[in-house]
């Protein structure tokens, strides 16, 4: 419509960027407005091309129809509200993001990722969690027949290229901290972020890759020890391994590396895990507030903040505890020593959800959705830990502190989403470099 009714020109199946000449690609992509702070959020990740199974495997990232297209964009940003007419959506903000040079490397690394996964026959085990900023995202209609892949028998899903959901968050972020309704990175340099890796570092290894091997001069040290090979003080807090893990993935620059541009655009989200003597984390894993209004409002499992949780990439740093070994640290609040329980760092890893868990992880958002549209928004409505089925819903804290909208009217208790700790301890099994 937008190409047609505004811009004039005939839609047609033309290969090129939609406007030629500029080598400018025209994407419109939805918002949706929050209803707890009337902010607007990614109705859903942008879909740039599809994917020919059959192509990828003999096209290289410079030639490929996706870099032809999506090296250079206009987005159109409209907000999208249920129920009302198409002709209606109101355009709100419009942007002339240009790839930069640093996201095209982890792109290219992210489509040879792919291509990979496809040469070995793996098409129908594409999942967006295998890679960073690029996405392989499901496309087609329900009921439609899966396609042939080369080099296996096993048919797969339709699958495009797409920037996630959390690149798309960054790009709205830069128009929305403008003040205008407009963005350009073409003609304005856009505010640099805190960057966990160079882009001449990426010319020769994967971003995954540089992360890891700056973990490796640590394996099998205390917490002490690493405060000394970091060159800064042991301190006292609760969240004194993650603090130190993040130092150690920066390289000194940041104590919270979810706060990187690299982890902003991508989503991943690093995890630190202290186990017990029997392998066991010492608690599960929880993530963020549930949000009941957005979890009434989608019913596509595909397009849900579940969904794009679960299927994030994440990094995993695990301390295993030395039996019989403490540590004692200067507690500056207190004034006092602490002595405590010596942990080592066993490991450091990044991890996608399989496939066989993410459908688990379907119906538990199932479950989660089915509570919220019938008004049952408490615990015992909820999968538990006690079901054992990886998953469960909960409060973070034991104190309920404040409350979150029903979309149903009025007001409920916050609760989060939770990996159960025996999920984690099997995650840590599977994956973890074994002696």
Not at 101 to 124: F, M, N, P, S
Not at 220 to 242: H, P, R, T, V, W
Not at 340 to 356: C, K, N, R
Request: charged content about 25%.
């Amino acid at each position: 419509m937008v190409e047609e009714l505004f811009f004039n020109y005939d839609i047609n199946s033309n290969r090129d960027a939609d406007f030629k000449e500029a080598h400018v690609e025209l994407k419109c992509t939805p918002l949706l407005k929050s209803k707890s702070d009337n902010s607007y959020r990614i109705k859903e990740r942008l879909v740039c091309t599809m994917i020919d199974y059959f192509e990828i495997i003999k096209t290289s990232f410079e030639d490929s129809h996706l870099i032809s297209k999506c090296q250079l964009m206009l987005l159109l940003f409209y907000l999208h509200v249920n129920g009302d007419e198409i002709y209606d959506y109101k355009f709100l903000f419009r942007v002339l993001w240009q790839l930069p040079e640093k996201d095209l490397c982890i792109i290219k690394k992210d489509y040879q990722t792919i291509a990979e996964k496809v040469k070995r026959g793996e098409a129908h085990l594409l999942s967006e969690g295998d890679t960073v900023y690029l996405g392989a995202c499901r496309k087609g209609q329900k009921g439609d027949s899966p396609q042939a892949q080369p080099n296996s028998e096993i048919k797969a899903h339709k699958r495009a290229f797409s920037l996630k959901p959390a690149y798309m968050r960054y790009i709205l972020s830069h128009v929305i901290e403008s003040g205008k309704d407009y963005f350009s990175n073409y003609t304005e340099v856009a505010k640099p972020e805190f960057e966990l890796v160079s882009n001449s570092e990426l010319q020769d290894n994967s971003f995954e890759n540089i992360i890891l091997s700056r973990f490796t001069p640590f394996i099998g040290k205390d917490y002490i020890q690493i405060c000394d090979m970091l060159g800064i003080e042991a301190f006292q807090s609760k969240n004194k391994y993650a603090v130190a893990s993040a130092l150690i993935a920066s390289e000194l620059r940041s104590r919270n590396i979810n706060s990187s541009e690299e982890f902003i655009k991508s989503g991943i989200m690093m995890k630190t895990i202290r186990l017990r003597e029997n392998g066991m984390p010492k608690e599960s894993m929880s993530f963020k507030n549930i949000d009941y209004c957005e979890i009434f409002d989608n019913d596509n499992w595909f397009d849900s903040e579940t969904y794009e949780l679960f299927t994030s990439r994440f990094l995993f740093v695990v301390f295993k505890p030395v039996p019989g070994k403490t540590i004692t640290i200067f507690n500056n609040a207190t004034k006092q020593y602490i002595t405590e329980q010596s942990y080592v760092l066993d490991s450091a890893f990044f991890w996608t959800m399989p496939i066989g868990d993410l459908e688990i992880a379907r119906k538990y958002w199932e479950n989660i959705r089915t509570a919220v549209l019938t008004d049952n928004i408490n615990s015992d409505a909820f999968w538990s830990l006690s079901d054992h089925k990886n998953f469960h819903v909960r409060p973070k804290a034991r104190i309920k502190i404040d409350q979150a909208i029903n979309p149903n009217g009025g007001y409920c208790d916050k609760l989060c989403y939770w990996f159960n700790a025996e999920y984690v301890k099997q995650i840590i099994d599977n994956t973890r470099p074994h002696e």
